[in-house]
């Protein structure tokens, strides 16, 4: 790698007491939002722009270029939420920031909502996330009792609330605008873009919706400068990523890693997966969450970039990489993350709701030995009622939890068909029908 | 006659609950507590007494129907008495490749149930994504994190609820 890396979210982790404000201001915490404030918010939204800082939540828009659709003359208030719904499975990374620096958070709200002109934040997390809720719910409580937060910022008239809301289960309010309904205190229904939340957003005002990691990476930027954030990632993406690794790998983990690394290197490398238990190989490898289409073992040479992936019809995603072994049935791997994504459907459009479980149940009679022949154009065909295939933009419904449903069907059958049309053959799974694998004795 | 809902006690603090949890939404949109406020009653009550959901409605301003609605859209929401113990397994891909499948039929076989029956001690059932995927297979016991289990860690944590 020719740019020298360096810890960028992660970098303060292991410090002790870093999670309280004491340990943060300790590592210098809190400064940068001091120097910020002596900035005019075009100059924050021009340096965010020039980091080329890019959403971590998965769709890698660039930040900067969101916060500009904000509009600038709009009398309504405006609103920051931060996005800690963290549930793509595969993915583990929004969870320790919350536990481990959750000042790095709040100092980055501070940030962003100086440069939106957001007098309110809310921070939306997952309901089951009892125990980051708790250490943030502090750390926000520290920063009012220090005068950080609440009506006058770092002693400036501007006023600043900061409160945390805690999801009760449901995966689709990590989508933006059913996050949104969600806040209001609705069922998380997925509203229709345009108008986008930076215009029509929260109670109908002005609003930007962005994920933990990249909220995090705000004092940072300000630390060091736009050009260094920029300079340790790619032509387009500036950073670094958390990567979280797991599944057959020897030290599954949540690894902060140089965009420029590949999936390979993340799976072998000392520093990270330490390869892949004894004789076992990459079969196949889901880079982005689950929802991102998997690759085969021949093609883990990509890197974590965001830009990378187009050719490979995948995407870079929530940084979840997923490795799936050789011993390992393909056909019952879908079938886990399909079952995921019928479960989460939220049943608004017809598509994702009667799609998702149809080809739920279509893998696990496939699984249990009683395909047919069709069944698997039968499976093709349902998916792309809802998404297309090669993925080309959005799919045929209100959000993308439908696409990401599709998605993994329509890869997974096309880049192991094989496999698929052996269990229909031979009604059987090749691989036994044993659940998989013992508990706390990974081999 | 069914037993009250709470107590005055209880009701004191209920509507302090409420009152503060109001001080963060603009005046004119009480309802946008409704996530919050079942919350609440969940924390007090153990579950969504269909009493309490009206009384959520009506301290927020709103119909009983957008309570039930929120409430049985959301899985964390108990809308029928649960088990003493709820034990959500992740059952997503990445634990499933660590063995979530037989941790499951482990518990199934230890506490003598179910998965997805809601019994009179334990109630266990299949989650999805919990987050922990890097540090699988894990459950939550009530809202209590338990991860990187293995059969010993599992025995003791059940061994703590007796």
């Known amino acids: 790698m020719s740019v020298p890396f360096e810890k960028v979210i992660s970098r303060d982790w292991d410090k002790p007491a870093q999670s309280t404000l004491v340990g943060y201001k300790r590592s210098g915490g809190y400064k940068n939002l001091q120097k910020v404030l002596s900035l005019s918010p075009q100059q924050i939204i021009d340096e965010v722009k020039k980091s080329n800082l890019r959403g971590r939540g998965g769709a890698g828009f660039p930040t900067g270029v969101k916060w500009g659709f904000v509009p600038k003359d709009s009398p309504k208030p405006k609103y920051l939420c931060v996005n800690a719904d963290e549930s793509e499975p595969g993915t583990a990374k929004d969870r320790y920031i919350l536990e481990r620096d959750p000042h790095l958070l709040l100092e980055g709200i501070a940030i962003a909502c100086w440069a939106l002109g957001a007098h309110t934040c809310y921070i939306y997390a997952r309901g089951e996330f009892k125990y980051p809720s708790s250490v943030l719910d502090r750390a926000i409580a520290e920063a009012y009792a220090d005068g950080i937060f609440g009506r006058r910022l770092m002693d400036t008239p501007f006023a600043l609330d900061v409160y945390q809301v805690r999801g009760a289960g449901a995966y689709i309010c990590g989508e933006e605008t059913a996050l949104l309904e969600s806040l209001e205190g609705k069922k998380g229904w997925p509203r229709l873009k345009p108008p986008f939340p930076a215009v029509v957003g929260l109670f109908g005002c002005p609003t930007v919706v962005n994920n933990v990691e990249t909220i995090a990476a705000l004092p940072r930027i300000f630390e060091k400068g736009a050009e260094w954030f920029a300079g340790l990632g790619t032509e387009k993406s500036g950073g670094t990523r958390l990567v979280t690794l797991s599944g057959s790998v020897n030290r599954p983990g949540t690894y902060e890693a140089p965009m420029q690394a590949t999936v390979e290197e993340m799976i072998y490398s000392q520093e990270y997966g330490q390869g892949m238990p004894e004789g076992r190989k990459p079969k196949a490898v889901i880079p982005g969450g689950s929802s991102a289409p998997v690759l085969t073992a021949s093609e883990i040479g990509v890197s974590l970039d965001f830009d990378a992936y187009r050719p490979l019809h995948s995407m870079a995603g929530s940084g979840g990489i997923i490795v799936i072994d050789d011993a390992t049935c393909i056909v019952r791997a879908l079938w886990r993350v399909t079952r995921f994504y019928a479960e989460e459907s939220c049943g608004q459009c017809t598509p994702c709701r009667e799609g998702q479980p149809w080809m739920t149940r279509l893998l696990r009679k496939i699984e249990e030995g009683h395909g047919q022949p069709g069944d698997l154009d039968t499976l093709m065909d349902v998916a792309s009622a809802i998404a297309p295939w090669p993925p080309v933009g959005l799919g045929n419904t209100v959000c993308a939890l439908g696409d990401a449903g599709a998605l993994p069907v329509q890869s997974f059958v096309t880049k192991f068909r094989e496999e698929f049309e052996q269990h229909i053959s031979e009604q059987r799974c090749p691989y036994g029908d044993k659940p998989w694998g013992a508990f706390g004795d990974f081999k | 006659m069914s037993d009250p809902l709470f107590t005055q006690e209880e009701?004191?603090?209920?509507?302090?609950?409420?009152?503060?949890?109001?001080?963060?939404?603009?005046?004119?949109?009480?309802?946008?507590?409704?996530?919050?406020?079942?919350?609440?009653?969940?924390?007090?009550?153990?579950?969504?007494?269909?009493?309490?959901?009206?009384?959520?409605?009506?301290?927020?301003?709103?119909?009983?129907?957008?309570?039930?609605?929120?409430?049985?859209?959301?899985?964390?929401?108990?809308?029928?008495?649960?088990?003493?113990?709820?034990?959500?397994?992740?059952?997503?891909?990445?634990?499933?490749?660590?063995?979530?499948?037989?941790?499951?039929?482990?518990?199934?076989?230890?506490?003598?149930?179910?998965?997805?029956?809601?019994?009179?001690?334990?109630?266990?059932?299949?989650?999805?994504?919990?987050?922990?995927?890097?540090?699988?297979?894990?459950?939550?016991?009530?809202?209590?994190?338990?991860?990187?289990?293995?059969?010993?860690?599992?025995e003791q944590i059940l061994e703590n609820l007796k």
């Open chain 2, 11 to 154: 009701y004191r603090k209920f509507d302090e609950g409420i009152a503060e949890l109001l001080l963060h939404y603009p005046s004119d949109r009480k309802s946008a507590a409704m996530l919050p406020a079942l919350r609440l009653l969940q924390t007090m009550k153990g579950w969504l007494p269909p009493e309490g959901m009206e009384l959520v409605a009506q301290r927020l301003e709103t119909h009983k129907e957008h309570a039930y609605e929120v409430a049985t859209f959301y899985v964390m929401y108990h809308t029928q008495k649960p088990a003493t113990y709820v034990i959500d397994v992740c059952t997503s891909l990445s634990c499933s490749l660590r063995g979530a499948e037989s941790l499951l039929a482990f518990l199934e076989k230890k506490l003598d149930t179910c998965a997805g029956v809601n019994g009179e001690r334990y109630f266990v059932r299949e989650a999805e994504c919990l987050a922990s995927c890097s540090t699988a297979p894990c459950f939550q016991i009530n809202e209590d994190h338990f991860e990187s289990l293995t059969p010993q860690k599992v």
